[in-house]
T-cell receptor
Framework: NAGVTQTPKFRVLKTGQSMTLLCAQD?????MYWYRQDPGMGLRLIHY???????AKGEVPDGYNVSRLKKQNFLLGLESAAPSQTSVYFC??????????FGDGTRLSIL | SQQGEEDPQALSIQEGENATMNCSYK?????LQWYRQNSGRGLVHLIL?????REKHSGRLRVTLDTSKKSSSLLITASRAADTASYFC????????????FGKGTKLSVKP
């Protein structure tokens, strides 16, 4: 099993550009999450989903959109990238009330 | 907002020594989890302790939970160079639909 796979692994964008980060899990988990990790800040939840077709806002949702059209995929979109969105983005998945499984992250730089 | 706060922020020890990391949190919880993150990688779950448990063991790991003090500790015994990583506590509040709130982490360095 691959677990949680994130693509791409690295990306450099210019301010104002848009992009989509893809997360795929093969464990049939209901819950999926997007976090960002910044130096000295730990992980902060951006958006999450409790099942196919559902999404909800986390702690820092502004500037991001998400979609969960298929149970195994969770997409994170940046419509108009800003330098403040330079970060490492992690996707995770889990069954209800069970530990989360993380991907290895997408390192995003916005110039 | 951060729920958990780890202490210390950084810890450097020699191989074979024990490492203790602490986590404090603010609100009542359903469970508390510890994760490890190796440099450049995602987080890996280590251990989960429920609010009605006081101590849990897994191999060289020992976790305690004191809900009256809203604190937890992670003890790694007989540390190895491969234990070098950042360690995060994460709390789950009841009714939070599975959401975890992570602390800022303790960076552990184990010197051979």
């Amino acid at each position: 099993n691959a677990g949680v796979t994130q693509t791409p692994k690295f990306r450099v964008l210019k301010t104002g550009q848009s992009m989509t980060l893809l997360c795929a899990q093969d464990m049939n988990h209901e819950y999926m999450y997007w976090y960002r990790q910044d130096p000295g800040m730990g992980l902060r939840l951006i958006h999450y989903s409790v099942g196919e077709g559902t999404t909800a806002k986390g702690e820092v949702p502004d500037g991001y959109n998400v979609s969960r059209l298929k149970k195994q995929n969770f997409l994170l979109g940046l419509e108009s990238a800003a330098p403040s969105q330079t970060s490492v983005y992690f996707c995770a998945s889990s069954p209800l009330n069970q530990p989360q499984h993380f991907g290895d992250g997408t390192r995003l730089s916005i110039l | 907002s951060q729920q958990g706060e780890e202490d210390p922020q950084a810890l450097s020890i020699q191989e074979g020594e024990n490492a203790t990391m602490n986590c404090s949190y603010k609100t009542s919880i359903n469970n508390l989890q510890w994760y490890r993150q190796n440099s450049g990688r995602g987080l890996v779950h280590l251990i989960l302790i429920r609010s009605n448990e006081r101590e849990k063991h897994s191999g060289r790991l020992r976790v305690t939970l004191d809900t009256s003090k809203k604190s937890s500790s992670l003890l790694i015994t007989a540390s190895r160079a491969a234990d070098t990583a950042s360690y995060f506590c994460a709390t789950k509040r009841g009714g939070s639909q599975g959401n975890l709130i992570f602390g800022k982490g303790t960076k552990l360095s184990v010197k051979p």
